[in-house]
């Protein structure tokens, strides 16, 4: 990536291709952009492991956010914290990443057909969504 930036004239990709472990059937595989993220992640953690930036990939790029299901009629609620690297953030139709963040957290009505399974209270109206708890700096 260094020589990406800063080469003059065009340079190859093998070596990077290779620093994440593909072979060429590999490298000719299409990925997606959050496969291709995910890999180069991993494997500067990897390589990061045992020196004085341990630790740096997760601290810039890591965040946690709460989902959750609070039923409306019952003394329910699910919570489970996890943490992530990236968001699958829908685009199209909005102005900004600001207002595709807004959509991703806006609440789900979990009612008629699509009720809630509330362990011990079985099917309940109730919200889904979730909260940002951390974002990566």
């Known amino acids: 990536f260094y020589r990406l930036q800063h080469s003059n004239t065009c340079v190859g990709t ?10 060429s059937y590999d490298a000719f595989t299409q990925h997606d952009v959050q496969e291709l993220d995910r890999v180069l992640c991993d494997n500067l953690e990897e390589k990061m492991k ?7 990939v997760p601290r810039l790029f890591r965040g946690k956010l709460k989902n959750f299901v609070n ?9 489970r914290v996890e943490e992530f690297y990236d968001l699958s953030l829908n ?19 979990l009612d008629g057909d699509n009720k809630y399974m509330a362990e011990g209270h079985g099917l309940q109206d109730a ?3 979730c909260a940002f708890l951390h ?3």
């Open 135 to 137: 974002f990566p700096p």
């Open 91 to 109: 685009v199209k139709g909005f102005r900004g990443v600001a207002e595709s963040l807004r959509n991703y957290v806006e609440r789900e009505r």
């Open 50 to 56: 045992g020196t004085a930036v341990e630790g740096e």
């Open 71 to 79: 039923c409306v009629h019952v003394d329910f609620k699910s919570e």
């Open 14 to 23: 093998k070596q990077l291709t290779r620093s994440f472990g593909w072979d």
């Open 127 to 129: 919200e889904k969504g």
